[in-house]
């Protein structure tokens, strides 16, 4: 219905942010610390937020105060989340959560590295993330040493037939999360995770 030449009735649906939250731990001020790595293509994003506030897209920053804050990453496109955070934890600057429940992968090739060194998250939760493009998982949990949780119900497109590096140095005891499916096609992709699991760990179904 047209009232006074504008269109009424319910507004269009906004369109979903593809974004990722980050939380870190800082234990200095004063100095600039990483929030990527210099291996990340940082191209792709658009915005970039602390506790809200938003700053200027880097890959450093400096904080006011110590403690905990969050800094989301609002992406333009996403194509490679390749050593997004590799080593970028370190004494003063340290991640401790990844929140990826509005992160739209659906066009990424490679997670290479993403999470390697996050060596204080517990838990990454990759739950409804579509990874049906990925080829490369390599090194991306490598070094998570208290990692105890991965939640995984995608599939990748592809991976080596022994990516036995994926899981690199984790020697926590954890559970390996994945969808309950039971056609071929995805237990011949999970299958090639399952077998590189740490030997601490076990695999469950969601």
Same mark, same amino acid.
């Given at each position: ?39 990340? #293509? ?47 934890? #370190? ?116």
């Amino acid at each position: 219905m047209m009232m006074g030449g504008v269109l009424s009735g319910s507004a269009p649906p906004e369109e979903k942010e593809n974004c990722m939250y980050v939380t870190y731990r800082v234990g200095a001020v004063g100095s600039y610390f990483p929030v990527v790595s210099t291996y990340f #293509d940082i191209a792709q994003v658009s915005k970039m937020f602390i506790d809200g506030v938003e700053v200027q897209v880097s890959r450093y920053v400096k904080y006011v105060t110590t403690g905990e804050h969050t800094v989301k990453f609002v992406f333009s496109q996403l194509t490679t989340l390749y050593r997004m955070l590799y080593s970028v934890s #370190d004494a003063m600057n340290t991640i401790i959560g990844v929140d990826m429940s509005s992160l739209d992968t659906s066009e990424v090739t490679t997670m290479n590295g993403m999470f390697y060194y996050a060596n204080y998250v517990t838990e990454i939760d990759m739950t409804g993330l579509d990874i049906g493009n990925v080829t490369n998982m390599s090194q991306m949990f490598a070094y998570c040493k208290s990692l105890t949780v991965v939640k995984m119900t995608g599939y990748p497109a592809s991976l080596p037939a022994s990516p036995s590096n994926m899981f690199h140095n984790v020697t926590t005891n954890g559970t390996f999360y994945y969808n309950s499916r039971t056609d071929v096609e995805f237990l011949d992709k999970i299958s090639l995770i399952l077998t590189v699991l740490p030997t601490s760990w076990e695999a469950q179904t969601l």
